[in-house]
């Protein structure tokens, strides 16, 4: 299915690899779209009604595409298979048998009646490394519905989200099936480490509650260490000072003073060096104990010239400071540091901007050869590979 090559086509780590991706929405197909990225040729089985991000609208590109489902969908090939049609579900179950890497998040144990599932598509592909990805679990959790925004609130998130006062708050974005995503990928490319060594496939498992218990970090670790359930405290920080949004002349900035060495240089920025000596706030522990002594000195300070004057002059020193960015002004600014966040996917006269791959290798570069498939766009091309795939292998059983 991959398109012919040339000799100055570089050679990706998962060039060769196929992933049957079975997921919708996003923690799956975030994970799939980075690997493709990588050179793992990714088919998108889809029902007929595709998959849900396709309607998730506004914004939409120029040409109606949803931007949300643009986001996670590049360098895939679309099939639409109906597991409810018999001819289809064997296409399906074909493809699982001849893929590399599954990926799915169903709820758990939907795809045991389709003979999908991880014992089913084992017996017939033994060294598969096949993804489950759940909200909940699979165990007393399995028949929770897995929403970023539900687990956002029930992990405890939104606990610590908003001003101390007011209404607990949800990320502005999905951040934890962003998270469970990044987890997938890091788990399945252990699993090819260790099937490269050994020829075992396996089964894994991540869901959405147990990467938002990973991904608090500090917050659960306050918890399940320290015996302390943190609370909302708006933009401030539970062990740091000063480490929040500040009021200059016009606008609000960022500081973050994340050590000793640090805030010395900030008071020294800003006509302030006794401050660096002073026993309330020589320390760190003493700084976020006596931040309401702190807070008013370095507001008095900040208020005298603007956001971006002491920007650059902070900078200047090295003290860990922005602006409160939009998203524009944030892909700007990225652009203007030279991580040209933007790219194009697709060929060349039929292309679309998309957003940069994060990773940077100094000698294989991420593709952007496929645009976001249209519905189904690769069935024919799909049914023709495991057609070609199913003859090879009875030709020359292994």
Not at 55 to 84: C, H, M, Q
Not at 193 to 209: C, F, K, P, V
Not at 297 to 304: G, H, I, S, W, Y
């Amino acid at each position: 299915m991959a398109p012919p090559e040339s000799d100055d086509t570089p050679t990706r780590p998962l060039d060769g690899i196929v992933i049957a991706d079975f997921s919708r929405v996003l923690a799956g197909p975030y994970a799939t779209m980075l690997l493709a990225d990588m050179g793992a040729e990714v088919i998108k089985v889809e029902s007929p009604g595709g998959d849900d991000t396709r309607s998730w609208v506004p914004p939409v590109r120029e040409d109606g595409v949803s931007t949300y489902y643009a986001a996670i969908n590049r360098n895939k090939r679309s099939i639409v298979l109906d597991f409810k049609n018999d001819d289809d579900l064997t296409v399906a179950q074909a493809l699982a048998a001849n893929a590399d890497i599954v990926v799915e998040n169903f709820k758990p144990g939907g795809l045991t009646r389709f003979g999908l599932d991880y014992d089913s598509v084992k017996d017939r592909n033994e060294a598969v490394i096949y993804c489950s990805i759940s909200g909940f679990g699979t165990a007393e959790g399995a028949s929770i519905p897995g929403y970023d925004l539900i687990v956002q609130a029930m992990s405890g998130l939104m606990s610590l989200t908003g001003d101390p006062d007011g209404p607990a708050y949800r990320a502005g974005i999905s951040v934890f099936d962003v998270m469970a995503g990044l987890h997938s990928t890091i788990g399945i490319l252990a699993a090819l480490r260790h099937r490269a060594q050994t020829g075992e496939g396996q089964h894994i498992e991540t869901s959405l509650l147990a990467s938002a218990m990973s991904g608090l970090v500090n917050q659960t670790s306050a918890y399940v260490a320290g015996g302390v359930t943190p609370n909302r405290m708006g933009n401030a920080h539970p062990s740091l000072f000063p480490y929040e949004p500040l009021p200059t002349a016009d606008n609000d900035l960022i500081i973050a003073a994340g050590n000793d060495a640090q805030f010395r240089k900030l008071v020294a920025v800003l006509g302030l060096p006794e401050l660096a000596d002073d026993d309330r706030f020589a320390r760190n522990a003493d700084r976020t104990a006596k931040r309401e002594e702190l807070r008013p000195l370095l507001v008095e300070r900040l208020k005298t010239e603007s956001a971006t004057y002491w920007f650059d002059k902070l900078n200047e020193v090295g003290v860990p400071n922005g602006p409160i960015n939009t998203i524009a002004q944030g892909v700007q600014y990225a652009e203007k540091l030279g991580l040209d966040p933007i790219v194009q996917v697709g060929p060349a006269g039929a292309s679309a901007a998309g957003v940069r791959n994060p990773i940077t290798f100094s000698t294989i570069p991420a593709r952007y050869d496929l645009a976001p498939p249209a519905l189904g766009e690769h069935n024919d091309e799909v049914r023709a590979w495991l057609a070609a795939n199913t003859v090879a292998s009875e030709t020359n059983p292994s």
